[in-house]
T-cell receptor, first 118, second 110 residues
Framework: GAVVSQHPSWVICKSGTSVKIECRSLDFQATTMFWYRQFPKQSLMLMAT?????????EQGVEKDKFLINHASLTLSTLTVTSAHPEDSSFYIC??????????????FGSGTQLSVL | DAKTTQPPSMDCAEGRAANLPCNHSTISGNEYVYWYRQIHSQGPQYIIH???NNETNEMASLIITEDRKSSTLILPHATLRDTAVYYC???????????FGTGTSLTVIP
């Protein structure tokens, strides 16, 4: 089946530094990818919709200058957490939809990235 | 915001069928229902999805009511490995976004 690869699986960084998370669709092309964050014992919260070749669309309350999203190709989207602080510590998950599957195609999820900011 | 509501938790005996309900009373005519599950510290795993007809695959069955305001996911013979949080999702928006609700934590008991 289709695979979404997310890297790194976990990262520890110092407060004030930036962290980049990669999301790749390995065997399909995705014009749209989605980024989520999840705090312990909570559900997934949609942060933004990443569109290939154009600006990402952010959900209300998500700071676009804080969470930079780039979707430069049909198989890669990146999320950069800028000037990370301890409150940004969370589990970040990406997902992608096969562009050949149509608008209602299911999403494939990555395995997530655990970010810990010291 | 999520368009679905689910019970927070359920138990099921190993080997028995697990029936997980979901309410989506505000679903629109062209919005699909998707089911995913998440095991701790992993990404959600796709289970099944449908529009209005009942669906079955190797993992589960999806029963959608005729008015489409609710659905039930059926795991026919639950195993211990089915213990997870199950999410029922109705996608909507210009990008058919998935907004997750709180899900149902299913515990399969030996």
């Amino acid at each position: 089946g289709a695979v979404v690869s997310q890297h790194p699986s976990w990262v520890i960084c110092k407060s004030g530094t930036s962290v980049k998370i990669e999301c790749r669709s390995l065997d399909f092309q995705a014009t749209t990818m989605f980024w989520y964050r999840q705090f312990p014992k909570q559900s997934l919260m949609l942060m933004a919709t990443s569109n290939e070749g154009s600006k990402a669309t952010y959900e209300q309350g998500v700071e676009k200058d804080k969470f930079l999203i780039n979707h430069a190709s049909l198989t890669l989207s990146t999320l950069t957490v800028t000037s990370a602080h301890p409150e940004d510590s969370s589990f970040y998950i990406c997902s992608a939809r096969d562009r050949l599957g149509g608008a209602h195609e299911k999403l494939f999820f990555g395995s997530g990235t655990q970010l810990s900011v010291l | 915001d999520a368009k679905t509501t689910q019970p927070p938790s359920m138990d099921c005996a190993e080997g028995r069928a697990a029936n997980l309900p979901c309410n989506h009373s505000t679903i629109s005519g062209n919005e699909y229902v998707y089911w995913y599950r998440q095991i701790h510290s992993q990404g959600p795993q796709y289970i099944i999805h449908g529009l209005k007809n009942n669906e079955t695959n190797e993992m589960a069955s999806l029963i959608i009511t005729e008015d489409r305001k609710s659905s039930t996911l059926i795991l026919p013979h639950a195993t211990l490995r089915d213990t997870a949080v199950y999410y029922c999702i109705v996608s909507y928006g210009t990008g058919n976004q998935f907004y997750f609700g709180t899900g149902t934590s299913l515990t399969v008991i030996p």
